[in-house]
């Protein structure tokens, strides 16, 4: 039950539109899921190296502070309420902004530390799921890629299928975003039940 509810966290805030998705998205419109790869393997690395400080700094946190894992729980539990409630309400983004000197593997690693949706999902998934439930550093270890990989498969599927998912969105906007809120807010019940 718990992997089963961090994957669908995890599946739900990696292919949903975020910064990453949308330049993504742009990259290989313009430039063929060739051109965007660079940008997608960028994202992965950098998203794995979050996931790695979330997790280090949770762990050294809870070691410190065992109490505090209830009120991670918690914020972590209202974190995916809030979002729940964003993407309910949220509109189709527009490309227009980003540019093509950004494709690359470096900037795709350093937009996930200033990336605040990656930040806050590192944070949390790691707060939520990883340190509280798994005290083995090699399963950590594990999880943390397992993470990563749902990271990079999210932003790529968004290159692979360009257009033709955004036009999928577009059209069902309303219907996939109650779908992700929805799973959302089942992913936050079973925080406070773990």
Known sequence: MLI?????????????PGPNNIMSLFYSKNNGIIGSIRFCIGVGLGFFLLL????????????????VQLFMKIFGAVYLLYLAYKIATSKST????FNEKYNNIKFGMVLQFINP???????SVVSAFVT????????????????????FLGTFSWSIF????????????????????????YTSISILYV
């Open 4 to 16: 089963l509810s961090m994957t669908i966290y995890a599946i739900v805030s990696s292919f949903t």
């Open 162 to 185: 360009g257009s033709l998912f955004k036009k999928f969105i577009n059209r069902h906007e309303l219907v996939f975003n109650l779908i992700m809120a929805l799973l959302l807010i």
């Open 132 to 151: 509280p439930n798994f005290k083995e550093p090699l399963l950590q270890f594990i999880l943390l890629i397992y993470l990563a990989i749902i990271g």
């Open 94 to 97: 527009d490309n227009d902004g």
């Open 117 to 123: 949706k990656a930040t806050i999902y590192a944070l």
């Open 52 to 67: 790695f400080a979330s997790n280090f700094f949770s762990s050294l946190l809870y070691q410190v502070f065992p109490k």
